[in-house]
């Protein structure tokens, strides 16, 4: 009898949520999310003086492409090697993590990314257990079926992304990019999304934020990093207001690669597209893997564009530069199966996963392979400028890449098995401690940063 009396208030419970949820979608809510806002400066901020760039002999940059829990994992594994990667300068004892002053994200690595530009070394302890381990994918879908969410979905302006943010939010403490900056020692910040509309990569950096005339400082962490996740179809594009003539313009960096780049040109078409807000008042921004997984493409074309690397460091006091380190980090997964191991047609399923990971894997190995080309490029130009008189780049200074990729592990039968891990929020807890020893794993095999850290070594002594 006990049991029936639950059975039947459990129904009627059923029945009033149901009714309360109805009651709630009869009507479609006017719930607006968070807009970015126009970019103000004010007298004082206007009269100020530059500040002087700190000197930093070891330049690091730091990649991390998409690929849900999956790269976000992997990702920390390479951040922990960093750590463990310490060197002598003149003046004191670092690690190449502490020498860090870009780090970007795409989709999962953005997650990741974003963590440690806001909490530092507490990231390598506490992002295991605070997104990692935590039931984050099962709570969002929980969360779509809460009437107080059903009645924000029926808003014109509120999609699913708005719930990822908020749960992001929670993440990151409510943290803007602001927030992040002023950490001490915190490395700038580059969050890759794709504009919908143009499919080129849009970054949450200072420089993309000038061209729409808004502030980035009050954008807070968490909706750049959903932005940046929005996968298409399973969750909804989100938007930023452009307002461009519409607020006092900052300095936008001048391309000076020449008439003749293709990449020069498409950068500035993108430039001048964004500049014009009258035909486009507001930009709808979709998953960053959609165009450049790696994360890489709009930076090594904006450096390109500005003629020189000597240009892209302009700030920095003549001589201080060392060496230059770039690290990209591939999460990406493998196909669940090979559709071309049998003749018959390919279902629905297996094409969106051949068009998605297949196509990805090819998209980033063209990114790597235009970072080659600009590799060789650098060092040429290198080679010729270090040491000249104004040159930021000392006597001996170098430049190296260091790719990293889950492929690069061993173990057959760790690799197989990390590479078919799903590209998810939430990844069982084995695959989470075994993608992190990976990549440490891979960091320390890694032909180029065994070659690094010989370099590092000698770096103890002034430069020549």
């Given at each position: 009898?006990?049991?029936?009396?639950?059975?039947?208030?459990?129904?009627?419970?059923?029945?009033?949520?149901?009714?309360?949820?109805?009651?709630?979608?009869?009507?479609?809510?006017?719930?607006?999310?968070?807009?970015?806002?126009?970019?103000?400066?004010?007298?004082?901020?206007?009269?100020?003086?530059?500040?002087?760039?700190?000197?930093?002999?070891?330049?690091?940059?730091?990649?991390?492409?998409?690929?849900?829990?999956?790269?976000?994992?992997?990702?920390?594994?390479?951040?922990?090697?960093?750590?463990?990667?310490?060197?002598?300068?003149?003046?004191?004892?670092?690690?190449?993590?502490?020498?860090?002053?870009?780090?970007?994200?795409?989709?999962?690595?953005?997650?990741?990314?974003?963590?440690?530009?806001?909490?530092?070394?507490?990231?390598?302890?506490?992002?295991?257990?605070?997104?990692?381990?935590?039931?984050?994918?099962?709570?969002?879908?929980?969360?779509?079926?809460?009437?107080?969410?059903?009645?924000?979905?029926?808003?014109?302006?509120?999609?699913?992304?708005?719930?990822?943010?908020?749960?992001?939010?929670?993440?990151?403490?409510?943290?803007?990019?602001?927030?992040?900056?002023?950490?001490?020692?915190?490395?700038?910040?580059?969050?890759?999304?794709?504009?919908?509309?143009?499919?080129?990569?849009?970054?949450?950096?200072?420089?993309?934020?000038?061209?729409?005339?808004?502030?980035?400082?009050?954008?807070?962490?968490?909706?750049?990093?959903?932005?940046?996740?929005?996968?298409?179809?399973?969750?909804?594009?989100?938007?930023?207001?452009?307002?461009?003539?519409?607020?006092?313009?900052?300095?936008?960096?001048?391309?000076?690669?020449?008439?003749?780049?293709?990449?020069?040109?498409?950068?500035?078409?993108?430039?001048?597209?964004?500049?014009?807000?009258?035909?486009?008042?507001?930009?709808?921004?979709?998953?960053?893997?959609?165009?450049?997984?790696?994360?890489?493409?709009?930076m090594l074309d904006r450096l390109v564009a500005s003629g020189s690397m000597h240009a892209n460091f302009a700030d920095a006091p003549p001589g201080s530069i060392r060496q230059l380190v770039l690290v990209t980090v591939n999460s990406e997964r493998a196909l669940a199966e090979r559709i071309d191991?049998?003749?018959?047609?390919?279902?629905?399923?297996?094409?969106?996963?051949?068009?998605?990971?297949?196509?990805?894997?090819?998209?980033?190995?063209?990114?790597?392979?235009?970072?080659?080309?600009?590799?060789?490029?650098?060092?040429?130009?290198?080679?010729?400028?270090?040491?000249?008189?104004?040159?930021?780049?000392?006597?001996?200074?170098?430049?190296?890449?260091?790719?990293?990729?889950?492929?690069?592990?061993?173990?057959?039968?760790?690799?197989?098995?990390?590479?078919?891990?799903?590209t998810a929020f939430t990844i069982e807890a084995q695959d989470v401690r075994e993608l992190q020893t990976a990549g440490t794993r891979a960091l320390h095999s890694a032909e180029s940063f065994l070659q690094l850290q010989h370099v590092l070594a000698r770096l103890r002594e002034p430069p020549p």
């Amino acid at each position: 009898m006990g049991r029936l009396m639950k059975k039947g208030l459990l129904r009627a419970n059923l029945a009033l949520l149901l009714l309360a949820a109805g009651f709630l979608l009869s009507a479609c809510s006017s719930y607006r999310p968070w807009i970015n806002q126009p970019r103000a400066v004010s007298a004082q901020e206007a009269a100020a003086a530059p500040q002087a760039s700190p000197v930093r002999p070891v330049v690091v940059a730091v990649a991390l492409s998409g690929g849900g829990a999956r790269a976000a994992a992997f990702g920390l594994g390479v951040l922990k090697g960093l750590k463990a990667a310490e060197f002598e300068l003149p003046d004191r004892r670092t690690n190449l993590l502490d020498e860090v002053s870009l780090i970007s994200g795409v989709s999962g690595g953005s997650i990741l990314a974003a963590h440690f530009a806001a909490f530092g070394d507490e990231c390598l302890e506490r992002f295991e257990s605070d997104f990692l381990l935590a039931p984050f994918e099962g709570r969002l879908l929980r969360e779509l079926l809460w009437p107080e969410r059903l009645y924000q979905l029926s808003s014109p302006w509120y999609g699913r992304t708005q719930i990822l943010a908020e749960r992001l939010d929670e993440l990151y403490r409510g943290m803007s990019f602001a927030d992040a900056r002023r950490r001490p020692g915190a490395p700038e910040l580059m969050i890759t999304a794709t504009d919908l509309t143009t499919g080129a990569p849009f970054d949450f950096t200072a420089e993309q934020f000038e061209l729409i005339c808004s502030d980035l400082d009050n954008t807070p962490l968490s909706f750049a990093v959903a932005a940046s996740s929005a996968v298409p179809l399973l969750l909804s594009p989100v938007t930023v207001r452009n307002y461009a003539g519409h607020c006092p313009l900052g300095p936008v960096r001048t391309l000076q690669d020449g008439e003749h780049s293709y990449r020069t040109q498409l950068l500035k078409r993108s430039v001048e597209g964004y500049r014009n807000a009258a035909e486009r008042p507001f930009v709808h921004l979709v998953d960053g893997g959609v165009t450049d997984n790696l994360g890489v493409r709009l930076m090594l074309d904006r450096l390109v564009a500005s003629g020189s690397m000597h240009a892209n460091f302009a700030d920095a006091p003549p001589g201080s530069i060392r060496q230059l380190v770039l690290v990209t980090v591939n999460s990406e997964r493998a196909l669940a199966e090979r559709i071309d191991s049998s003749d018959r047609v390919p279902t629905t399923g297996q094409v969106l996963e051949s068009l998605i990971f297949g196509a990805g894997a090819r998209d980033s190995q063209v990114t790597l392979g235009i970072l080659s080309d600009d590799l060789l490029r650098w060092r040429q130009e290198l080679a010729r400028t270090r040491g000249q008189p104004g040159s930021p780049f000392a006597a001996d200074a170098q430049l190296h890449v260091v790719n990293l990729s889950l492929h690069d592990e061993r173990d057959d039968r760790i690799r197989d098995r990390l590479l078919r891990v799903p590209t998810a929020f939430t990844i069982e807890a084995q695959d989470v401690r075994e993608l992190q020893t990976a990549g440490t794993r891979a960091l320390h095999s890694a032909e180029s940063f065994l070659q690094l850290q010989h370099v590092l070594a000698r770096l103890r002594e002034p430069p020549p």
